[in-house]
Every structure is written in structure tokens, then in C-alpha cells.
């Protein structure tokens, strides 16, 4: 098991940037592949991004492609989503999750039920 803490979020107006951060402890961190995933109010948890145990291999949804970047420090223990132009519709509580994979493939997982574990969550806001 490996524990999570997304830390990163606040309020910003649309058109802006953040950076989530999401720091892992417990088991070693390079073997997980690494996802982000976003809940709005009212709505199911979506996937946003994810990255193998490595950092070669990264994916992102539609909504995210071109404007979110995936990536991770192993040395640091810690997995990132860069954001930028920001949207109101970005505006959500952001989850990292992981999975182990034993440093070991380039699969991107996309589904909630492959991801074993979660952090907390941080708060997204965009105004427009």
C-alpha cells in the first residue's frame, strides 16, 4: 500500500495555472503507475491523466489534451499535474491514485477499479 497527498489546489481565474502535486509514502514509489482523476459536484469521478511507473508513458482525456501535463520526480516521490488555461469546467476536487505494476509497462489505466490507492483529494476552483 502506498499513502497519498495531493496538495496544490486553489482558486484561480480562468485563463490562469496550477500545479497539483501529489506526494507518495510507504511501499517504493517507481514501481506504481500514477493517474489523476477529477470529481465535480453531482458528477462521477472522472480520469484526467496518468503516467506509468516510469514517466515515459503518459495519456490524458480529451477534455485535458494539450492544455495538462503529466509528470513524475521518482527521487522525489511525488507525481504532478501541471494546468494550464484553466476553465470553469476544470473546476473540481482533484484525486492522484496508484497502482502497483511492479516498475514495469508502458499501459496507461484509465478506470477507477484499476487504481488501488487514493489520496484525499484537493480543491480545483476556476471563476470566470
Known amino acids: 500500500q502506498v499513502q497519498l497527498v495531493e496538495s496544490g489546489g486553489g482558486l484561480v481565474q480562468a485563463g490562469g495555472s496550477l500545479r497539483l502535486s501529489c506526494a507518495a509514502s510507504?511501499?517504493?514509489?517507481?514501481?506504481?503507475?500514477m493517474g489523476w482523476f477529477r470529481q465535480a459536484p453531482g458528477k462521477e469521478r472522472e480520469f484526467v491523466s496518468g503516467?506509468?511507473?516510469?514517466?515515459?508513458?503518459?495519456y490524458y482525456a480529451d477534455s485535458v489534451k494539450g492544455r495538462f501535463t503529466i509528470s513524475r520526480d521518482n527521487a522525489k516521490n511525488t507525481v504532478y499535474l501541471q494546468m494550464n488555461i484553466l476553465k470553469p469546467d476544470d473546476t473540481a476536487v482533484y484525486y492522484c491514485?496508484?497502482?502497483?505494476?511492479?516498475?514495469?509497462?508502458?499501459?496507461?489505466?484509465?478506470?477507477?477499479?484499476?487504481?488501488?490507492?487514493w489520496g484525499q483529494g484537493t480543491q480545483v476552483t476556476v471563476s470566470s
Open positions: 503516467i506509468n511507473w516510469s514517466g515515459g508513458s503518459t
Open positions: 491514485a496508484a497502482r502497483d505494476t511492479w516498475s514495469s509497462g508502458t499501459y496507461i489505466y484509465t478506470r477507477r477499479n484499476e487504481y488501488g490507492d
Open positions: 510507504g511501499r517504493t514509489f517507481s514501481r506504481y503507475a
